[in-house]
């Protein structure tokens, strides 16, 4: 059985910092690209990054380049998401995933994903 379990949201101030993590089990976590998604209330889920089996290859959407920083550590089944400089705009729940197509090295497209992970709340006060 697949689970993503996502930890590490809260209430942080606006230009303060948070690390996200997604605990991965019962998958061959390196076999798998990954990605970090966001759903603002009322909003749809939006891409926010994502990173290739290896670690080597990163993509951004433009609202969080130089912000955020995706990372994972394939030893130990986890994704990772630095987020600096969060902004108000920033709040939402955030969501990891995990993408197992053989023909793609990453992806920000939510349906070229396979496993999703319950989600955890970011909210950043202004």
């Known amino acids: 059985q697949v689970q993503l379990v996502e930890s590490g949201g809260g209430l942080v101030q606006a230009g303060g910092s948070l690390r996200l993590s997604c605990a991965a089990s019962?998958?061959?976590?390196?076999?798998?690209?990954m990605g970090w998604f966001r759903q603002p209330p009322g909003k749809e889920r939006e891409f926010i990054a994502t990173i290739s089996r290896s670690g080597s290859t990163t993509y951004y959407t433009d609202s969080v380049k130089g912000r955020f920083t995706i990372s994972r550590d394939n030893a130990k089944n986890t994704l990772y998401l630095q987020m600096n400089s969060l902004k108000p705009e920033d709040t939402s729940a955030y969501y990891c995933?995990?993408?197992?197509?053989?023909?793609?090295?990453?992806?920000?497209?939510?349906?070229?994903?396979?496993?999703w992970g319950q989600g955890t709340q970011v909210t950043v006060s202004s």
């Open positions: 019962g998958l061959t976590f390196s076999n798998y690209y």
């Open positions: 995933a995990a993408g197992l197509r053989s023909s793609l090295v990453v992806s920000n497209t939510n349906y070229n994903y396979d496993y």
